[in-house]
């Protein structure tokens, strides 16, 4: 999992569940580059451009296709929840639930996530400033669970871009919980593409680097083997066969910060 003060964590995984087999493939593939890491995927993206964009395979499929890349695979799995209805059934596969950055003032999913036990990662949504970030985080602690990762993503800038204040990273990690630095959500120009989302992947290391200077304990990456071909974020996604050089990097950027900020 990801600690305040220990290595560099990694959430990484396609957007979206594409199939059993390419979900095995990437969590097969993301490990024996990076070693320990969150494997994530979404079985659900309920909140797309258009209503014609590819969705996952729903709760049912994607939570047993989930379960198996867990059971397979050997790695800790993360995947988003929209509604409280989901909860349970997410609570019961997977090791971290994640709620989506639109979704982070929903009071009764915040609550219902922090009940089940689980670690829950709160994505700060695009319209939050890092300081109000603080009432989402204590929404899940009022229910007794401290496992809580707080994962910037970017704040709304005009019309579709997105910018990151890297200031924001120090606030929330006072907070006194784990903070992670979303690089390819913060890359993503939402509906610049029309029907879709575009992106700036060549912006993703740069970003990277700056957050992992700033201090945070760890890095969440859309990863897929052809961004061009995936079935949702590709525009913002990092290529696999960068990750390995792309990780090197930020750890050891990470090996030198770590001794200056505060566990």
Do not use: W
Not at 78 to 90: G, K, M, N
Not at 219 to 241: C, M, T
């Amino acid at each position: 999992m990801i600690e305040r003060g220990g290595p560099l964590g990694l959430i990484a995984g396609p957007c979206v569940i594409e199939s059993e087999e390419h979900a095995l493939f990437l969590a097969r593939e993301i490990r024996s580059i990076a070693g320990d890491y969150i494997f994530k995927a979404s079985f659900d993206k309920a909140n797309r451009s258009s209503v014609d964009s590819y969705r996952g395979p729903g709760l049912k499929e994607g939570l047993r296709i989930l379960g198996d890349v867990r059971k397979q695979v050997g790695v800790p799995v993360l995947t988003d929840i929209h509604e409280v209805s989901q909860v349970d059934a997410a609570a019961d596969v997977v090791d971290i639930l994640q709620i989506p950055a639109f979704l982070c003032r929903q009071t009764d999913l915040l609550i219902a996530a922090g009940r089940t036990g689980k670690t829950v990662n709160i994505k700060k949504g695009q319209f939050v400033s890092p300081t109000d970030f603080r009432h989402a985080a204590e929404k899940v602690a009022s229910t007794g669970n401290q496992k809580i990762i707080l994962t910037e993503r970017g704040s709304s800038f005009g019309y579709n871009n997105l910018v990151v204040d890297m200031r924001g990273l120090a606030i929330m990690r006072d907070f006194g919980y784990p903070v992670v630095f979303d690089a390819t959500h913060s890359v993503q120009l939402p509906g610049a593409a029309g029907a879709a989302s575009g992106g700036q992947p060549q912006f993703i290391e740069t970003l990277a680097r700056a957050a992992v200077g700033a201090g945070v304990d760890g890095v969440f990456v859309e990863v897929h083997e052809e961004p061009a071909r995936a079935k949702s974020d590709g525009a913002n996604a990092l290529r696999l066969d960068r990750l390995a050089e792309f990780l090197r990097r930020l750890r050891a950027i990470h090996a030198v910060v770590s001794d200056f900020v505060a566990g």
